[in-house]
Each structure stands twice: as structure tokens, then as C-alpha cells.
């Protein structure tokens, strides 16, 4: 951080009680790199929304591998947009469930397209998708 500023913030003693908790219980080491942290998330869901700048998403899928033809399924769709799909990785959670975790780049709207084709297939129980930035925020 090359130039930083001090800001004062007024705030009702219940809602300051209430933050300190919370940020005690996620173990910030203070308020500063707490409300740092707020801001930055703020201005990556903004950018996510409005913007068509390149962005980053995690995808996580966890399905049955018995469900017929869903691994076939899962693979031909990552190659149908093999640009945008940069990773994955199969994890065997147990006898019957396997969980995948793919990392797509593009705007936000085709990484949203590509995660709910692959959430909506069938054999898929659950699907999570995560997008972050890593411009525009310092
Ligand atoms: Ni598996």
C-alpha cells in the first residue's frame, strides 16, 4: 500500500459490539484490515455485476459417478469451452461421490453460463460457484 489514509467513521456502539465479534471470530488482527477486506468485496461483487472485464471463478461440483454417463458429460462440456476452462480437479470423496472443482476465466456472464450448464446436468447434486477479481483491487 504506497499511500494510505486515515479515515474516521461514525457508528452506533451496538453495530461497533456486534462487528468487533464478528471480526474477532474470523480472526482479523484489527477493524482496519476487517473494513479493508468489506471494501474490497464490495467493489469486486460491483465489478462482477457491471462489468465485462475478464474475471475468475471457482466451480465446485459434487455428483455420483454412478449416475450414467455424467463423467462423459461433465468432460464434454468443459471442452465445449475449452478457452474459458483452465483447470479441474476429480476428487473421490467416497464409494459413490466424487467432487470437482474447475477454475474458468472470462466476463461474468460466461462464467455464469458455463457453471449452470455443468450445475444442471444430470447426476449432479450440488454445484457452488465462486468469482473473484484480481484487478482493480489493491
Ligand atoms: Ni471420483
Redesign the pocket.
Known amino acids: 500500500m504506497s499511500d494510505t489514509n486515515r479515515i474516521g467513521v461514525s457508528i452506533d456502539s451496538k453495530l461497533l459490539e456486534k462487528f468487533d465479534e464478528k471480526i474477532e471470530e474470523k480472526m482479523y488482527a484489527n477493524r482496519s484490515e476487517a473494513i479493508r477486506d468489506l471494501i474490497r468485496d464490495f467493489l469486486v461483487k460491483d465489478e462482477l455485476k457491471y462489468s465485462n472485464e475478464e474475471v475468475i471463478g471457482s466451480l465446485t461440483l459434487v455428483y455420483s459417478?454412478d449416475t450414467r454417463g455424467i463423467?462423459d458429460k461433465l468432460n464434454q462440456l468443459q471442452h465445449e469451452d475449452f478457452t474459458n476452462v483452465l483447470s479441474s480437479v476429480?476428487?473421490?470423496?467416497n464409494e459413490e461421490?466424487?467432487?470437482?472443482i474447475v477454475a474458468i476465466k472470462g466476463d461474468s456472464n460466461k462464467i455464469k453460463e458455463i457453471s449452470d450448464r455443468l450445475i444442471s446436468s444430470k447426476g449432479v447434486k450440488h454445484g457452488k460457484l465462486v468469482m473473484t477479481s484480481f484487478k482493480n483491487i489493491e
Not at 461421490?97 to 470437482?100: A, F, K, L, P
Request: glycine share 0%.
Open positions: 459417478h463423467s476429480h476428487l473421490h470423496l461421490n466424487c467432487m470437482e
